[in-house]
């Protein structure tokens, strides 16, 4: 809708050029916008006042001419001049008819855009240590970078999701050791536990899925190979865990990348990507040797200092590691990449900014910082599971409230603020739960469109589909539909490719949730205020009928651009 807009005012302003009735010697912008206020209209432009000057005219009176041009057009019901020369339009019932058939007829592809143009994204997120499960914050991060993509996908760019396995350091060791000690814990030998290791029950559940697999042969091995043992075993166990976790939520990676194979040499025994990506900034000129450390020139890139990478003792710090995997990722084809952090990285973002303009891709990294989740239970702090008596863990908040609310959930709140999340609410199966408003929406519609056709409602086997194809008909009289719940409802359908196009520019996919809230309700309203099946009026039912179907389909893309299922009964 914006686009026949912004086509209808520059129409106008050619008109009023050729008729002689403006003079202008390059036509403007039509730059519509919505305004804030609904009874301003649909869509406003301030194109009069940004171009007075130059037609040498008053602002109000280039609108009239403007506003004259425009007012016949079918699918403008009235034209208003505000202000000082703001131009506010609103839409013609016609004109919102036609979007109903526009939905109907791209289906789930409505909405879809060619913003990106087939450019590759990578968005990169969770990308949590191998070492235990993960934390709540984690699962905000896991909707959040699958939705982004799902919208970025939508809008025509073509994405690939991955995970960076933290599969190398310290804590891997830490880790080892910590398993190794629960295991002869297993084996009724003593042991001293180390202050700085894992002490969550789930390493002792993960010594003892070793312990009954391969019994007690490790006991009396030597621990430094034990060690190494457990590392891979564990590893293994952990990841495979962490797959699991993120799939039963519906959020599956491309690509899982360890950080390990950005130390070891390469194929043919040179040097690793580490050692690669500091010789290519060397090579541009951005690194220097001091006090027997190599820097980097961070500074002039706009980082508040410049930054250590290979450390006087000889080990790498983690920024070369970072350095050495985002070239890896520009050198794989990516034409953008997006990554997904924790609050606590928020400092890290303008040193890898600069790192990454450094290597040649300035503009093209976004860092999109998500801040933590609280968990709360009739008003109440939540911080211990019931269950293990530890941190409640994104698997027992996704146990509890299941995948579909806790996706929602996640996506309701701005990534930059701090999101509160009611788990009593999102277990309620009533309209203050939105998840639960949402859903029921589309159940509710799939009701509607069984009744009418006369199926057996309590029949789970009826095929929505196959009742829509021979009920709703093509040649339903939308010009019935004029009642302002009518109207509305079109209105908000109209919004949708809008919504995604803002949710994928801005990488802000709380967007849909809203949008999905908002497109529920207007629905609700319409159903509330509407008769939709009435035997007295066929010609109106068949137009309601068909309106009722579009949004099935816009609640039902929205759904899935947030990763939640669209249930057709509940």
Same mark, same amino acid.
């Given at each position: ?28 912008? @039509?730059?519509?916008?919505? *305004?804030?206020? @609904? ?20 602002? =109000? ?6 506003? /004259? ?45 060619? %913003? ?13 240590? @191998?070492?235990? *499960? ?49 295991? #002869?814990? %297993? ?83 040179? *040097? ?55 070239? /890896? ?6 034409d953008r990449v997006i990554d997904i952090w924790g609050a606590d990285h928020h400092g890290y973002v303008k040193r890898m900014e600069a790192a990454v303009a450094a290597l040649g891709h300035p503009g093209q990294l976004d860092v999109v910082i998500g801040q933590l989740v609280n968990l709360f239970r009739d008003g109440e ?14 698997? /027992? ?62 029949? /789970? ?27 509305? #409802? ?23 949730? =809203? ?19 009435? *035997? ?35």
């Open positions: 809708m914006r686009e026949v807009i912004e086509s209808l005012v520059s129409e106008a302003l050619r008109s009023a050029v050729q008729g002689g009735r403006i003079t202008l010697t390059e036509l403007p912008e @039509p730059a519509v916008e919505r *305004p804030r206020d @609904p009874s301003h209209g649909d869509w406003a432009t301030s194109v009069a006042l940004r171009t007075a000057k130059a037609a040498g005219m008053n602002p =109000r009176e280039l609108a009239q001419v403007l506003a /004259d041009e425009m007012a016949d057009h079918p699918d403008i019901d009235a034209v208003e001049i505000a202000g000082p020369g703001f131009i506010n339009l609103r839409v013609s019932a016609h004109a919102l008819q036609r979007v109903l058939r526009e939905v109907r007829a791209e289906g789930t592809g409505y909405g879809r855009l060619d %913003l990106g143009k087939g450019r590759r994204v990578q968005v990169e997120f969770v990308s949590a240590n @191998p070492v235990g *499960p993960m934390h709540v914050g984690h699962g905000r991060w896991a909707a959040l970078g699958d939705s982004m993509a799902r919208v970025l996908e939508h809008a025509g760019y073509s994405v690939e999701r991955e995970f960076y396995v933290n599969d190398a350091g310290v804590q891997m060791d830490t880790f080892a050791k910590s398993v190794a000690a629960r295991y #002869l814990e %297993l084996c009724g030998r003593e042991i001293e536990f180390g202050e700085d290791w894992y002490r969550g029950a789930y390493i002792t559940e993960i010594a003892r899925e070793i312990f009954e697999a391969e019994g007690a042969s490790w006991a009396d091995a030597d621990p430094a190979k034990r060690e190494s043992h457990f590392k891979e075993t564990a590893y293994v166990q952990v990841l495979e865990h962490l797959k699991h976790v993120l799939h039963g939520m519906g959020v599956d990676f491309d690509v899982w990348f360890s950080e390990r194979t950005l130390h070891a040499p390469s194929a043919d025994g040179g *040097p690793s990507e580490v050692e690669q990506a500091i010789e290519s900034l060397r090579a541009a000129g951005h690194i220097y040797e001091l006090d027997d450390a190599t820097w980097f020139a961070s500074i002039p890139f706009g980082d508040d200092k410049d930054r250590v990478l290979k450390k006087a003792d000889g080990s790498y710090t983690y920024f070369a590691a970072d350095i050495a995997y985002h070239k /890896d990722k520009f050198d794989r084809g990516f702090v939540v911080r211990m599971s019931k269950r293990t008596g530890e941190m409640v863990t994104f698997e /027992d908040l996704l146990d509890e409230v299941g995948p579909d609310a806790a996706r929602y959930f996640f996506l309701r709140r701005s990534t930059d603020q701090p999101l509160d999340f009611d788990i009593g609410l999102a277990k309620q199966r009533s309209n203050e739960n939105p998840v639960f408003y949402v859903q029921y929406a589309h159940a509710r519609i799939c009701s509607i469109l069984r009744k009418a056709a006369g199926a057996d409602t309590s029949d /789970d086997s009826v095929d929505i589909s196959a009742t829509v194809a021979e009920l709703v008909s093509e040649d339903a009289p939308l010009k019935l539909l004029a009642g302002d719940a009518e109207l509305s #409802l079109m209105r908000k359908l109209a919004e949708f490719p809008e919504v995604v196009e803002v949710a994928a520019l801005q990488l802000t996919p709380s967007k849909l949730t =809203r949008y999905a809230e908002e497109l529920a309700a207007a629905f609700h309203q319409f159903y509330t205020l509407c008769k939709v099946v009435d *035997p007295e009026e066929p010609e109106l039912t068949a137009a309601r009928l068909y309106a009722v179907d579009a949004t099935r389909i816009a609640l039902a893309d929205v759904l899935v651009l947030v990763g939640v299922s669209a249930p057709e009964r509940m």
